[in-house]
């Protein structure tokens, strides 16, 4: 069983060069929020500025926009007319997806689903924006929901799923639940391979395949079971994509790196951790 170690550090962080411009270390979108759900993007977007990422743009719903650029002046966030993702927003989430990846000279990637909600509308919204784009994404959260009854919208595209096992038998029909660590990673390869995509199943041990290879992280605490640590998993794994990482290397670092700082954070903090506190901790884990 292969297993996640520190060395996945070393292969992502290297010595940056004396001379470095804005999106040299890539650009990330981050689409997410609804009427009730700010905190969503806004964990994610931290989360992946300690993972390293140049710049962030937020795409949400008008109210959770407002708030989420409340939280911090290091986040941008553009806001979308009305309470969540609507089919009159297409146009605007493809518009700038395509100006994201001229201005970053292709240095991009995508995170879409948290707190997004699961109407109707915002599902079809979700899986027409993934069936025109072609950069690498993050799926997470709602955004699984969205794309359970259409995975073949996944085939061959750089994209990363991070379901937990719930989410994980959306997708694919499958239970795991009682499944042993050996077990689910069987299932998990077969999955992969199926779909043609890279899963990160989330659990006490996560399961990492791209349909070929496939590893398994142990870092973590049983105290990362508040909200938010899923949010800034999939901030971090999209830091990584958008730095020119594959699917797989960014699933791999973005596992390790949440899971050691969850770990640092709730060795302090216990039941009191919250998903910031972990986001505090990234850059320790990295250096």
């Known amino acids: 069983m292969a297993e996640v170690t520190q060395k996945i550090i070393k292969e992502v962080y290297k010595k940056r060069p004396s ?11 981050v689409i997410g929020g609804s009427k ?9 977007a931290l989360a992946a500025f300690r993972a390293g990422v140049d710049m962030i743009q937020i795409i949400a719903p ?3 926009a407002d708030i989420v650029a409340s939280f911090s002046p290091n986040l941008a966030a553009y806001p979308l007319e009305g309470d969540y993702l609507k089919k009159e927003h297409l146009a605007t989430l493809i518009s700038m997806t395509k100006s994201a990846e001229i201005v970053s000279h292709k240095k991009i ?6 707190g997004v909600g699961r109407s109707e509308e915002t599902k079809e919204v979700i899986c027409e ?14 955004a699984i929901h969205a794309i359970a009854e259409t995975v073949d919208i996944l085939s061959g595209k750089p ?8 989410e994980f038998f959306l997708l694919t029909q499958r239970r795991i639940e009682n499944l042993s660590v050996e077990e689910r990673i069987k299932v998990v ?6 779909l043609k995509t890279t899963i ?18 142990k870092t973590g605490s049983p105290y990362m079971s508040v909200g938010g640590t899923g949010d800034t998993l999939a901030g971090i794994c999209g830091a990584i994509m958008a730095q020119g990482f594959s699917s797989f290397v960014a699933a791999k670092a973005g596992a390790f790196i949440n899971g050691k700082a969850g770990e640092i954070a709730a060795k302090e903090k216990k039941e009191s951790i919250l998903a910031t506190d972990l986001i505090e901790a990234i850059s320790k884990v990295i250096h």
């Open 189 to 194: 390869l077969q999955e992969a391979e199926r």
């Open 36 to 44: 009730f759900y700010s905190g969503s993007p806004a964990l994610s």
């Open 19 to 29: 001379e470095v411009h804005k999106y040299d270390h890539g650009l990330l979108l």
């Open 62 to 64: 008008k109210r959770a």
């Open 200 to 217: 990160l199943l989330k659990g006490g041990a996560d399961v990492i395949s791209n349909g070929k290879e496939t590893v398994v992280n």
């Open 129 to 142: 924006y993934l069936s025109q784009i072609s950069v690498p994404a993050v799926i997470d959260a709602d």
């Open 109 to 114: 990637a995508v995170v879409i689903g948290g």
């Open 159 to 166: 994209f990363l799923i991070t379901p937990h096992s719930y």
